[in-house]
C-alpha cells in the first residue's frame, strides 16, 4: 500500500525545481504518493511540464502561501510565517499521526516530511508542531556516511544541538542505536562516543561524564572511545557527539570530499595518458563519486520528535529529494520512533 510523504516544495536553494523533479523520480521508482506544499500558481505549471506524459503518478499539491528562507532567522520565522510550507507540511504528518492512533491507519494522511530548507527552522517547527518523543529531551539531526566497508556509519547529532550535557548523549545513542537496527538494518550496532583518544581518561569534561552513563546503558552494543577516524574505517555503525563536533565533522567531510573529486578528475585529464586511463575507469570514478555523494543519502533524520522529519541539504538536487523521499518512507514503514520510546523506557526503568 503506498505510502504518503510531504516534500516542502520550496526549502533548497533552487526551489522548486528540484523538488518537483524529486517527487516525480519518487513516484515513478517507489510505491509512494507525494504532497508538495507551496504556492499552487508556481507548482502548478511547473509540475505540469514534468508530467505531461505521466499524467496519473501520484504527485499532489497542498496550498501554502509562505514559505522561509535560508536568509530567514529561524525563531522570529516560524512565529510569523503561519502558512509555511513547513508548518502545513508537519501539520499533515501530525494529522496523519492522529488518524494512524485513532482508527489503526492513516486514511491517506501523510507519514513523513522531507525539506531541503532552513535547518533551524525544521528543527523548531517540528517541536513545536509534532512535539517530542516520551523520554527524549532534545532532538538530533542524524547523518549516514560512507566507511571503507561500503556500509554506511551513523553520526548524531551534526547540528540540531550545540551545547549538550550527558543525558543528551545517552538519549542520542538510544535513538541512533534504534534507527541503525530498523532503518539500516545493522543487526546489533556498534555505538562509539566521539572523542579525542580511545583511552577512558581522553577527551573533555562532557565525554568522560557521559562515557560512564553509556557503558552501564543496557540493550546498547556500546564499544567504548572513538575517534574521528573511526567515522569512515567502518569499525563503528553509530557515532555520538555533541552537535558543534559533529557539525564541523561532517561539513569537514564534505569540503575533503568535494576535494578529493575534483583533484582525482584533474589529475585524469593531466596529460594524454592519463586522459586515456580516465576513459578506461570511467565507471570505477562513477562508483567512486557516488559514494562519496550526500545525494545519495537523501537528508539527515531528526530523530526525537513525534513524527518522521528528514532534512536535506541546502543544495539538495533531485537525486537527493528522491532519496529523502525514500527515507522517510523507510522510516515510517520501520516504526523508529516506538521503538526509541520503548529503549528509553527499558533504560530508565529501575530495577
Not at 28 to 39: A, C, M, N, Q
Not at 88 to 109: C, F, N, P, Q, Y
Request: net charge neutral; proline share 5%; aromatic share 4%.
Amino acid at each position: 500500500m503506498p505510502i504518503d510523504i510531504v516534500v516542502d516544495a520550496m526549502g533548497s536553494d533552487k526551489a522548486p525545481d528540484p523538488e518537483i523533479r524529486g517527487a516525480v523520480l519518487a513516484a515513478r521508482h517507489y510505491d509512494v504518493r507525494v504532497h508538495l506544499v507551496g504556492p499552487e500558481d508556481i507548482l502548478r505549471p511547473i509540475l505540469r511540464q514534468h508530467v505531461q506524459h505521466q499524467k496519473h503518478l501520484p504527485i499532489f499539491i497542498t496550498p501554502a502561501s509562505e514559505w522561509i528562507t535560508m536568509g530567514d532567522k529561524a525563531a522570529q520565522a516560524v512565529r510569523t510565517k503561519r502558512d509555511s510550507t513547513m508548518r502545513v507540511g508537519l501539520k499533515m504528518v501530525r494529522e496523519g499521526l492522529a488518524s494512524r492512533t485513532t482508527s489503526g491507519h492513516g486514511h491517506g494522511k501523510a507519514a513523513g516530511f522531507f525539506t531541503a530548507g532552513n535547518t533551524g527552522a525544521a528543527m523548531a517547527t517540528a517541536k513545536m508542531v509534532l512535539g517530542m518523543l516520551s523520554g527524549v529531551d532534545r532532538p538530533a539531526l542524524a547523518s549516514a556516511v560512507p566507511t571503507t566497508r561500503g556500509v554506511p556509519s551513523l553520526i548524531l547529532d551534526v547540528g540540531a544541538n550545540v551545547d549538550c550535557d550527558p543525558d543528551n548523549l545517552v538519549q542520542f545513542a538510544v535513538m541512533g542505536h534504534i534507527f541503525a537496527q530498523n532503518v539500516l538494518k545493522v543487526p546489533n550496532p556498534r555505538v562509539g562516543l566521539l572523542s579525542i583518544g580511545e583511552e577512558d581518561s581522553k577527551g573533555n569534561s562532557l565525554t568522560r561524564d557521559t562515557l560512564p552513563m553509556l557503558r552501564s546503558l543496557p540493550g546498547i552494543n556500546f564499544i567504548g572511545n572513538v575517534e574521528g577516524r573511526d567515522i569512515y574505517n567502518g569499525n563503528c555503525d553509530v557515532i555520538v557527539c555533541d552537535g558543534f563536533v559533529g557539525n564541523v565533522a561532517l561539513k569537514a567531510s564534505e569540503g575533503i570530499a568535494r576535494l578529493v573529486t575534483t583533484s582525482l578528475r584533474e589529475a585524469l585529464k593531466s596529460t594524454v595518458t592519463s586522459q586515456v586511463g580516465a576513459l578506461l575507469s570511467r565507471r570505477a570514478f562513477g562508483d567512486f563519486k557516488k559514494r562519496l555523494d550526500y545525494n545519495e543519502y537523501g537528508g539527515a533524520p531528526l530523530l526525537g520528535v513525534r513524527g518522521v522529519c528528514i532534512v536535506g541539504h541546502g543544495s539538495s538536487n533531485e537525486k537527493a529529494v528522491m532519496n529523502g523521499i525514500r527515507v522517510a518512507a523507510e522510516f515510517a514503514h520501520a516504526e523508529v520512533n516506538a521503538g526509541i520510546e520503548a529503549a528509553l523506557l527499558s533504560s530508565t526503568a529501575t530495577p
